[in-house]
């Protein structure tokens, strides 16, 4: 028996975490670091009646350096509306200090695409924290270039689109894929996905799209890294969840996670540890995102608490 999106709905259970998520707001900046960021900041939202219930900030360094912050807010004695509150936000306290900044309702659930091929660890891992709860988002479709996970997709309630890709329609297969995303889409998972996608297409999400790498990058890019690794005779095997840009598997660091091993592991086991190490990876790396903790600052990422 298959349950609709709608029954699959009812079945997350609602934790106090989640209720508490309906009036949570977020605040997320980065600037150049000064005296007197924090305070304003503060200043401001409780002159606004905003009760702070979380904090976390990094600086590159206290002289001339780069200012990170995340804090999470209680809305619901504010006397203004949040698109007001942004308004008044640029005007008293990010204009001071040059801030790049977003206030986001941590209630709205945004909406997440996961592009997959034939290996289904990565996308069930996903599948099944959203249905726990987990994942704060709406897993709009799933779309892939083989037609072999439709059944795993199909039994989450979730759309399935099956796009096939060869080099005499990659750029068709791009904008069928594209038409499918167009208001659909927040945030793009690529769960295995084995296809490069074009600067084009990756230019339409910046910083909205992650990949899992398997591989400890920078470590053995490309093809079949763990047989590269086995040659190598390493100690150690990983993988990396990253943002895409169009130079491939070279964009901005999100998480990585590794796993000791030895010159008895053969490389089916390493196969085995691997997509054990991709799937935890990834959901970390998607869960961060959609809570807002991953700032990006040239080719690197800051991690907020």
Known sequence: ??????????????????????????????????????AAVAGFLHAH????????????????????????????????????????F??????????????????????????????????????WRWRRGELPAEI?????????????????GIPYHHIPVDPSRRDAAEAEA??????????IVLARYMQILSPAFVARYPNQIINIHHSFLPAFVGADPYQQAHRRG??????????????????????????????????HDLKRLGRDLERQVLARAVKWHLEDRVIVLDNKTVILG
């Open 90 to 127: 640029q005007a008293v306290v990010a204009s001071r200090f040059e801030m790049a900044w977003k206030i986001s309702d941590a209630a709205h659930r945004r909406k997440m695409a996961i592009f997959v091929s034939k290996y289904d660890h990565a996308l069930l891992e996903l599948l």
């Open 140 to 156: 709009s479709m799933v779309v892939s270039n083989h037609d072999d996970l439709r059944e795993a997709a199909v039994d989450f």
């Open 234 to 267: 390493v100690k150690l095997i990983g993988a990396t969840a990253h943002y895409v840009t169009e130079d491939l598997d070279q964009g901005p660091i999100i998480e990585q996670d590794v796993s000791r091993v030895s010159h008895r592991h053969p490389v």
């Open 178 to 187: 594209l038409d499918r995303l167009e208001g659909a889409a927040d945030l």
């Open 49 to 88: 009646n905003a009760n702070i219930t979380a904090l976390d900030s990094h600086s590159t360094d206290p002289e001339g350096g780069r200012f990170f912050l995340r804090l999470e807010f209680q809305t619901p004695h504010l006397d203004l509306s949040l698109p007001s509150l942004d308004a008044a």
């Open 1 to 38: 028996m298959r349950l609709s999106e709608h029954a699959l709905e009812n079945t997350r259970p609602k934790n106090a975490s989640l209720q508490r998520m309906e009036t949570t707001a977020r605040l997320t900046l980065t600037c150049p670091d000064s005296a007197g960021i924090i």
